[in-house]
Nanobody, 126 residues
């Protein structure tokens, strides 16, 4: 199991930026991908971005492509989500996740991730 702790959420005005951090510990070697998901009130949890460190590839949901950037610091076992040009519709609880996935379809699926953080709230005011 991988233990994940998110931080960096908060309140920001539309057009602003935030950087979320996710600290990973435990059996990180058992995973190949880390991702960010989000869940808005009354909506299902949705995929935002993923980093596959076996290939170095990154993947994004269309809704955040060009605005959000996922990155990883191997030395610190940290994963980051830089969020720019934030919109009110980005308001949600953001979750970090770790798992194993080897196709674009599976890395966007919640079922591929068996370790989740507690979530961090991001609120974008318009």
């Amino acid at each position: 199991q991988v233990h994940l702790v998110e931080s960096g959420g908060g309140l920001v005005q539309a057009g602003g930026s935030l950087r979320l951090s996710c600290a990973a510990s435990g059996r990180t070697f058992s995973t190949n991908v880390m991702a960010w998901f989000r869940q808005a009130p009354g909506k299902e949890r949705e995929f935002i971005a993923a980093f596959d460190w076996t290939s170095g590839n990154t993947y994004y949901a269309d809704s955040v492509k060009g605005r959000f950037t996922i990155s990883r610091d191997n030395a610190k076992n940290m994963v980051y989500l830089q969020m720019n040009s934030l919109k009110s519709e980005d308001t949600a609880i953001y979750y970090c996740a770790a798992g194993r996935a080897f196709t674009i379809f599976t890395l966007k699926s919640l079922c591929s991730y068996d370790s989740w953080g507690q979530g961090t709230q991001v609120t974008v005011s318009s």
